[in-house]
């Protein structure tokens, strides 16, 4: 097993790989005990409801959250933009990192 499977973290990204939102990415915002953790993403999980889900049942992602992690140990809890801001910060660097092989085209995009 590599390091990133070892334990969750508060704070961390994860990545949903069973029930139905498999392939999701949500953010642990509690341990609960040595098996499970409780999740959201701000979005269709919010933090006050957030999914109690088995350690076998999500792929630890080598992010944590900067943002998330202090204000739940400043003050116990995290809005939920600031969930969603930190799971699309991951996200876009997460497909950055994939798609700079693509960019050798010499084509640029400009927004």
Do not use: W
Request: proline share 3%.
């Amino acid at each position: 097993m590599s390091e990133t499977e070892s334990s969750p973290r508060i704070g961390q990204v994860v990545q949903i790989l069973q029930g139905r939102e498999a392939g999701q990415f949500a953010i642990v915002i509690q341990i609960v005990d040595d098996r499970f953790v409780l999740l959201a993403d701000g979005e269709k999980r919010k933090y006050d409801r957030p999914k109690k889900k088995n350690f076998n049942h999500i792929s630890l992602q080598d992010y944590i959250s900067p943002e998330v992690r202090n204000s739940l140990l400043e003050t116990g809890r995290v809005t939920n933009g600031k969930l969603r801001f930190a799971i699309s910060k991951f996200v876009n660097e997460k497909v950055t990192d994939l798609k700079k092989g693509d960019q050798l085209d010499g084509k640029r995009r400009c927004n």
